[in-house]
């Protein structure tokens, strides 16, 4: 359910997303731009911004990020998500290392958002979890 007060999110985006779209040769950028020019609704959780900072992040990346998605406007990582998240962790059969996706998917999950990642064999398993298509 999605939490009271709070922006409805269609999408929250994954750090394989954010990776993929703000560095290098920031190949999902046209995707992430597109889905902006539509009027999509994005956002970070703060689990994803976690592991965006902590990368090893170029200054013009970060000013990037905070332009498209402000660290102040992040979804939080709440206790009813730390629930959730503890209650899937233990329901997966290989939740070892998977703790952050779990924590995202969590976020997700309680805010009926679909979730965009790269990396979509990471999250199969996560019921009630929806997964961007295409």
């Known amino acids: 359910m ?66 498209l998605f402000p660290s102040a406007a992040a979804v939080p990582f709440e206790t009813v998500d730390a629930r959730l998240a503890a209650e899937l962790y233990r329901s997966l059969k290989r939740a070892r290392t998977r703790e952050a996706d779990i924590a995202i998917a969590a976020c997700a999950i309680r805010r009926e958002a679909e979730l965009w990642t790269l990396n979509p064999e990471d999250f199969a398993d996560i019921p009630a979890l929806r997964l961007v298509r295409g």
């Open 2 to 67: 999605a939490a009271r007060g709070a922006v409805t999110l269609v999408i929250l985006l994954d750090t394989s997303f954010i990776i993929d779209s703000l560095c290098g040769g920031r190949r999902s950028a046209p995707a992430l731009f597109r889905a902006l020019d539509r009027g999509e609704k994005l956002g970070l959780c703060t689990v994803a911004l976690y592991e965006w900072l902590r990368g090893p992040r170029l200054a013009d990346e970060i000013a990037t990020q905070e332009a």
